[in-house]
């Protein structure tokens, strides 16, 4: 994923006050199973971890704007410079 937007930035830091730090009411076994933080939640806590960027995308689909909707392109984007190379040659 990209850089976050300032609007992205806002809400990612507005959901994460909103969320308390003390622990869930589920039994920490379960918590430990799915790899999730039992003490001390706040700290070091990425925002990817928290999928709170996932109810952004939610809330800007409700308000009917759409996120970046670009795709990168993987691999190479020009040709090589061999391939180049042989085809001036050959003139």
Request: glycine share 8%; proline share 1%.
């Amino acid at each position: 994923m990209g850089r976050k937007t300032q609007e992205e930035k806002e809400f990612l830091i507005a959901v994460r006050k909103r969320t308390g730090s003390g622990a869930i009411n589920a039994p920490a076994w379960i918590l430990q199973k799915a790899g999730k933080r039992i003490w001390n939640k706040k700290a070091k806590r990425h925002w990817r971890e928290t999928n709170f960027g996932n109810e952004f995308r939610k809330t800007q689909k409700e308000q009917g704007r759409s996120a970046n909707t670009k795709h990168a392109k993987s691999g190479r984007k020009n040709k090589s410079r061999m391939l180049k190379t042989k085809t001036s040659d050959h003139k």
